[in-house]
């Protein structure tokens, strides 16, 4: 079966610090695409940084990156200097050849002051 | 450019009782999606429709839920009889296309409470 893990169901960290989210997923497919979004407690979910499978080149965008490992089947993300605004539930997904996102069940991050 | 709108935001009805729940994808996108999520849990998806068709309902409690995109731009999602575990935010979203690549944009979202 197709599964998404997110081993974390929350995370905190101090402002202005840098932190980590795990993902880890199970597929037999050789090329698709991860996602990370994020899901403030507005609810509406945000696409935060994507990762194309045949791209060895870990994605980044602004204060976010990924580490991106391919044989392990890990898509960790790290978030430089964390603001408040940062805190939210963070979902890790991953589309399969169906273009069917598949869902992990969320990291809750809370942002130190 | 206007996002994904949808209503109600929150609604609570009693079990037994029919809901319907309505989604305005962005102008101009195919692909429409439908996903539950209950509290603590990652969305599960309901149905897909590309334009006007059912890509995928195979997630689909169609005993009880029902969905149309009608002339593939509008989408309404009716729960008809309600049960308690239907109590969940109900999200659509919509991205250009179906394929691997394109983002999905997500709405607001609707809460639905069964009492």
């Known amino acids: 079966a197709q599964t998404v893990t997110q081993s974390q169901p929350e995370m905190s960290v101090q402002e202005a610090e840098t932190v980590t989210l795990s993902c880890t997923y199970d597929?037999?497919?050789?090329?698709?695409?991860l996602f990370w979004y994020k899901q403030p407690p507005s609810r509406q979910m945000i696409l935060v940084i994507r990762q194309e499978a045949y791209k060895q080149q870990n994605a980044t965008e602004n204060r976010f990156s990924v580490n991106f490992q391919k044989a392990a089947k890990s898509f960790s993300l790290k978030i430089s200097d964390s603001q408040l605004g940062d805190a939210a539930m963070y979902f890790c997904a991953w589309k399969d050849s169906n273009y069917q996102l598949i869902w992990g069940a969320g990291t809750k991050l809370i942002i130190k002051p | 450019e206007a996002g994904v709108a949808q209503s109600p935001r929150y609604k609570i009805i009693e079990k037994r009782q029919s809901v319907a729940f309505w989604c305005n994808p962005i102008s101009g996108h195919a692909t429409l999606y439908w996903y539950q999520q209950i509290l603590g849990q990652g969305p599960k998806l309901l149905i897909q429709?590309?334009?006007?068709?059912?890509?995928?309902d195979s997630q689909l409690p169609k005993d009880r839920f029902s969905a149309e995109r009608l002339k593939g731009v509008d989408s309404t999602l009716k729960i008809q009889p309600a049960k308690l575990e239907d109590s969940a935010v109900y999200l659509c979203a919509s991205s250009p296309g179906q394929y691997s690549y394109n983002e999905q944009f997500f709405g607001p979202g609707t809460r639905l409470t069964v009492l």
């Open positions: 597929t037999s497919e050789s090329d698709y695409y």
């Open positions: 429709f590309q334009n006007n068709g059912v890509v995928d």
